[in-house]
């Protein structure tokens, strides 16, 4: 029981939203005395709740899953029986054994929204009566904690992440690593699966809402608050379950792109771009946004990679704005242009 208090006290502590993960699987694993534990994720995909099996806890080995680029092959939640006897309940349920005799005793995750998650554990015996009030209070625990996690993680007044934690997403998502170990969770191996195609590089994207302080100088800030809460709304709609998307200050925004082939990396902002400039701001006039954009490798520096993308965003700004630009194009151009000026000096200076 003192590890266990100890191991909860490292749950609070934590700010670090997967080690909460790890950790919460763990301490309910060791309440129950599961063989197995499950943390499943609600995504929201095409109009349907799918399920993403974000950690598996089995031999003392975790494995963390990212929600894939493409959730269509995600299975639905009313594909899975218990689950969705689970999420109509909003309690607690405890499935029929298998063959073996095993069980699943299966919790859900709730935030004000309604259900958006489960821990699933596999079971010999049915808990007791007091194991499943201590598991229910040892959720409601881990469930207050993510609500405080959100809260400071993203902006109050779009919803998406803020520019707070931006640097330690990137951190996160750039190297295909495991997370850092903590001294409760004590895994012989902790293994993240790597992207669907690790072959190609995450990208970075900032984009800026063109001549903002017009619209909050014509119509008032709590006009320019809705604009910038609509931004994010065609943000979420336009991009991938899977990409990362920020409120970085202001009008800018920041989206952290999935492994994506760099053919296809300009038309998905280009895209955006122009949902943008054809959406209807509720009278606030016309809205474009600019927008530059890099590769980021998985050793790169957060630093380096913004400021490659923010060169790109400015170069979008000085061409006229509302375009999309590359940092590798602008890198081209230079190289270019250098070349082509050097070809045209005469002779005589180049030997001079």
Same mark, same amino acid.
């Given at each position: 029981?003192?590890?266990?208090? *100890?191991?909860?006290?490292?749950?609070?502590?934590?700010?670090?939203?997967?080690?909460?993960?790890?950790?919460?699987?763990?301490?309910?694993?060791?309440?129950?005395?599961?063989?197995?534990?499950?943390?499943?994720?609600?995504?929201? *995909?095409?109009?349907?709740? %799918?399920? *993403?099996?974000?950690?598996?806890?089995?031999?003392?080995?975790?494995?963390?899953?990212?929600?894939?680029?493409?959730?269509?092959?995600?299975?639905?939640?009313?594909?899975?029986?218990?689950?969705?006897?689970?999420?109509?309940?909003?309690?607690?349920?405890?499935?029929?054994?298998?063959?073996?005799?095993? %069980?699943?005793?299966? !919790?859900?995750?709730? $935030?004000?929204?309604?259900?958006?998650?489960?821990?699933?554990?596999?079971?010999?015996?049915?808990?007791?009566?007091?194991?499943?009030?201590?598991?229910?209070?040892?959720?409601?625990?881990?469930? $207050? *904690?993510?609500?405080?996690?959100?809260?400071?993680?993203?902006?109050?007044?779009?919803?998406?992440? $803020?520019?707070?934690?931006?640097?330690?997403?990137?951190?996160?998502?750039?190297?295909?690593?495991?997370?850092?170990?903590?001294?409760?969770?004590?895994?012989?191996?902790?293994?993240?699966?790597?992207?669907?195609?690790?072959?190609?590089?995450?990208?970075?994207?900032?984009?800026?809402?063109?001549?903002?302080?017009?619209?909050?100088?014509?119509?008032?800030?709590? %006009?320019?608050?809705?604009?910038?809460?609509?931004?994010?709304?065609?943000?979420?709609?336009?991009?991938?379950?899977?990409?990362?998307?920020?409120?970085?200050?202001?009008?800018?925004?920041?989206?952290?792109?999935?492994?994506?082939?760099? %053919?296809?990396?300009?038309?998905?902002?280009?895209?955006?771009?122009?949902?943008?400039?054809?959406?209807?701001?509720?009278?606030?006039?016309?809205?474009?946004?600019?927008?530059?954009?890099?590769?980021?490798?998985?050793?790169?520096?957060?630093?380096?990679? !913004?400021?490659?993308?923010?060169?790109?965003?400015?170069?979008?700004?000085?061409?006229?704005?509302?375009?999309?630009?590359?940092?590798?194009?602008?890198?081209?151009?230079?190289?270019?242009?250098?070349?082509?000026?050097?070809?045209?000096?005469?002779?005589?200076?180049?030997?001079?």
């Amino acid at each position: 029981m003192i590890s266990f208090v *100890h191991s909860l006290a490292d749950l609070t502590s934590l700010r670090d939203r997967e080690e909460v993960e790890l950790i919460m699987t763990r301490l309910l694993g060791d309440l129950l005395g599961a063989s197995a534990v499950k943390l499943w994720s609600l995504i929201s *995909h095409s109009h349907r709740l %799918r399920l *993403h099996e974000r950690v598996l806890l089995a031999d003392r080995i975790a494995t963390i899953s990212d929600v894939p680029a493409d959730p269509a092959n995600l299975p639905t939640l009313e594909s899975a029986r218990e689950l969705s006897a689970c999420y109509r309940r909003r309690a607690p349920f405890s499935a029929r054994p298998d063959a073996e005799g095993r %069980r699943r005793q299966i !919790f859900p995750v709730t $935030n004000a929204k309604g259900v958006v998650g489960f821990l699933d554990a596999c079971v010999a015996t049915t808990p007791r009566r007091d194991q499943q009030e201590l598991a229910a209070g040892l959720i409601r625990i881990y469930q $207050n *904690h993510l609500s405080l996690l959100d809260d400071s993680e993203k902006d109050e007044l779009t919803g998406l992440l $803020n520019r707070k934690t931006f640097d330690a997403a990137f951190g996160r998502l750039t190297p295909i690593e495991a997370p850092r170990r903590t001294s409760a969770l004590q895994f012989e191996r902790i293994d993240r699966r790597r992207p669907a195609d690790p072959a190609q590089p995450r990208w970075l994207a900032i984009m800026d809402i063109d001549f903002f302080k017009r619209v909050n100088d014509r119509f008032g800030h709590a %006009r320019g608050d809705e604009v910038l809460a609509a931004m994010a709304r065609l943000m979420r709609d336009s991009f991938r379950e899977s990409d990362r998307l920020f409120r970085c200050g202001g009008e800018e925004f920041v989206v952290i792109l999935e492994p994506t082939d760099a %053919r296809y990396v300009a038309r998905i902002l280009e895209r955006f771009r122009r949902l943008v400039e054809t959406h209807d701001f509720a009278g606030s006039g016309p809205i474009t946004v600019s927008m530059g954009y890099t590769s980021v490798a998985a050793d790169d520096d957060c630093a380096a990679a !913004f400021r490659r993308a923010d060169e790109a965003l400015y170069a979008a700004k000085r061409r006229g704005r509302n375009q999309v630009i590359s940092h590798e194009e602008l890198a081209n151009e230079v190289f270019a242009a250098a070349a082509a000026s050097q070809a045209a000096r005469p002779a005589a200076l180049i030997d001079a």
